[in-house]
């Protein structure tokens, strides 16, 4: 067993999200080093959360295909040399889609998996950590290759069901899912629904589930209804969470038309110009001044700002995709962890908990009168708000952490990672051996000048 101190080594696809920075913060407390792959422009991202930095440069000037057979032919004979050579080999031998011998050859997302897999290579950790599918088969590779080491598939959704992928990537994604997602020595997700279809459907090993729990964080310098100007006893909802189309906020604008004491707040990154959209179906309703759009508040004083808001809307539905249906997003617990109530769709995993732990209610996907009574049940029931308070513990992120950490300890005392070798990045030149000196070699050189002469003089004569 390796008398290292344990370490990881993280890839996210840019770089390392929320849900990374909490596992890696906690598992840095019990004892873990943590590094993360990122591209040199990048480096910031990835040191400011406390984590080494460990640069992978991408070159796309040739096919990747054969730009990885000139790699095999010009590999140096160091111990790196041969580390990659293992590497390239592996990624020919087990290819993404984007690999295999086609006109689809040059993917630029495969370009970043091969840097990243470089970087691990020449990089080993007790654990290698991939943090979502876009960042699997760099892992699986880099763990391939330094067989020491082991593999954690951090599933943050279930990325095959992407409301916003190219419908024309499904197959290829559904691909990488099948080939690469066995190859984990653990799977992490989410929630239940998804961790099921990781097992039966994508031949996951071991699923364990750890939850978006929320972060306690620190007191917020200001709060949602100071924000915003409202008085104490002005029922308020809010949205957490970022507002794209596909998230259904047109239906707070009907729930609004509905509810005429009625303000809601959206917290979070507007897209796609949504709070103009927004502002326009609110005018001839007469409530535009009953919607409001705060922007994203630092994740450490969320919860604390959320805490005198009424209640809080999940509004996207089941229909949309897969993903969402099974999701148990952060804006849950995050609501949950400030004490508000959550009125959810019906049929979606959200919804299936609230309801079950009476923690909030429900209204069938779309109907905004049904929503506007959701929302006027959990304001009147004067005993949930004490139900929630109760179980706080549940909803934030340090219920996790023992059990995390147990879990990748574990992991990583099996592992026997190999010699950790000085990094070199994509584009390098490979050390080779000093090219031969003419003026030391007169008579060799003098041979080589006729030998090509006489070739020419063939071709010539040949040509005839």
């Not at 057979?69 to 041969?82: F, H, M």
């Not at 706080?392 to 026997?416: D, K, Q």
């Not at 030391?440 to 004569?461: D, I, S």
Request: net charge negative; charged share 25%; glycine share 6%.
């Amino acid at each position: 067993m390796s008398e290292r101190p344990l370490s990881i080594s993280l890839y996210e696809v840019p770089v390392p999200t929320t849900r990374s920075a909490r596992e890696m913060d906690s598992l840095r407390r019990a004892g873990f080093e943590v590094a993360a792959v990122h591209q040199p422009a990048r480096a910031g991202a990835v040191t400011g959360l406390g984590m080494e930095g460990i640069p992978a440069a991408v070159g796309n000037k040739h096919p990747l295909r054969t730009a990885l057979q000139r790699k095999i032919r010009r590999a140096g004979e160091d111990p790196l040399g041969e580390r990659q050579s293992k590497l390239w080999l592996t990624v020919l031998e087990q290819p993404t889609p984007q690999l295999q011998a086609r006109s689809a050859d040059l993917n630029i997302l495969a370009y970043e998996w091969v840097a990243a897999a470089e970087a691990l290579v020449a990089r080993p950790a007790h654990v290698y950590w991939a943090a979502d599918l876009d960042a699997l088969p760099a892992a699986v590779w880099a763990a391939e290759v330094n067989e020491g080491s082991r593999l954690v598939f951090d599933a943050h959704e279930l990325f095959t069901e992407l409301d916003y992928l190219d419908p024309a990537q499904l197959g290829d994604w559904d691909e990488i899912a099948r080939t690469f997602i066995p190859k984990a020595d653990l799977v992490l997700t989410v929630c239940d629904g998804i961790a099921d279809i990781l097992s039966d459907r994508y031949g996951a090993r071991r699923v364990e589930v750890v939850p978006n729990l929320a972060v306690p964080g620190d007191p917020s310098p200001t709060s949602i209804r100071r924000e915003l100007g409202l008085p104490e006893l002005t029922p308020l909802a809010v949205h957490v969470g970022n507002v794209p189309a596909n998230r259904r906020p047109e239906l707070a604008v009907e729930l609004l038309a509905k509810s005429p004491q009625l303000h809601v707040a959206f917290v979070g990154e507007v897209r796609q110009q949504q709070d103009e959209k927004l502002y326009e179906l609110a005018e001839p309703l007469g409530v535009r001044d009953r919607l409001h759009f705060v922007p994203p508040v630092p994740g450490n004083e969320l919860v604390s700002f959320l805490r005198d808001a009424d209640a809080s809307l999940i509004m996207y539905s089941p229909k949309t995709s897969a993903n969402l249906r099974l999701a148990m997003p952060n804006k849950l617990f995050d609501a949950l962890a400030a004490g508000l109530p959550v009125v959810a769709t019906e049929g979606t995993a959200a919804a299936d908990y609230v309801e079950k732990e009476q923690l909030g209610a429900t209204f069938a996907d779309g109907d905004a009168t049904q929503m506007a009574a959701a929302v006027e049940a959990v304001l009147r029931d004067e005993q949930m708000p004490q139900r929630i308070a109760d179980r706080y513990a549940e909803f934030v992120w340090p219920s996790n952490e023992e059990r995390l950490a147990g879990l990748i300890t574990e992991l990583a005392r099996s592992a026997e990672p190999a010699e950790v070798l000085e990094f070199r990045p994509v584009g390098t030149p490979v050390p080779r051996a000093p090219a031969p000196s003419w003026r030391a070699n007169p008579v060799g050189r003098a041979k080589r000048a006729v030998g090509w002469r006489l070739t020419k003089l063939r071709k010539r004569l040949a040509g005839r």
